[in-house]
């Protein structure tokens, strides 16, 4: 038996190649850590509310949210002309609620995540590898971002031309031309 049931269907979707860029990635990495996590299957916790928020604390002590934060700032000053860098550093961390998104992550985290997902996790992060693969990901999200936004506006760009047509229309969304007789 697989960590995804009976059969290897659920794993050929979850691998679906259709899937590109950095969804595709993040389910190949988040199956790896189950199937890793799996060889530590005697001493697994069984999967409650409980015990999720309990390693989603874990999982936070190991990747800090005020260290990815402290990234992303820079990476937003880095925009910012230099006589007023710091200044932009200091107001957006004065004004940021880091505890509100320590919360969240938390809440996030133990939602979504299994026990099985979140021990991998830890125990990815908790290696050097995991260690220098988080710290690059700032780099890599910002490497990104910028395509998804464009891609994201041509194609939402693309819908609405093509649903002003009435070509064709998005599910539940009535044609332009509907009722108009």
Do not use: C
Request: proline share 6%; net charge negative.
């Amino acid at each position: 038996m697989t960590p995804f049931g009976a059969d290897n269907n659920a794993l050929n979707r979850w691998l679906d190649p259709d899937i590109k860029g950095p969804m595709r990635m993040f389910r190949i990495t988040v199956v790896l850590l189950a199937l890793t996590g799996s060889a530590f299957a005697g001493d697994v916790l069984s999967d409650t509310p409980e015990n999720r928020a309990k390693l989603a604390d874990e999982y936070l002590k190991e990747v800090p949210v005020k260290e990815l934060l402290d990234d992303i700032t820079e990476r937003i000053a880095a925009n910012i002309p230099e006589n007023k860098r710091e200044e932009f550093k200091s107001m957006l961390t004065k004004h940021f609620d880091l505890d509100a998104l320590v919360a969240a992550e938390k809440e996030s985290l133990a939602k979504v995540f299994t026990v099985g997902e979140l021990n991998a996790m830890i125990q990815y992060q908790s290696t050097p590898e995991g260690k220098s693969s988080m710290k690059k990901m700032g780099i890599y999200m910002a490497d990104l971002m910028p395509v998804i936004q464009t891609e994201l506006k041509k194609a939402i760009q693309a819908t609405a031309q093509e649903a002003k047509s009435g070509s064709q229309t998005p599910a539940g969304v009535p044609s332009p031309t509907a009722g108009n007789h």
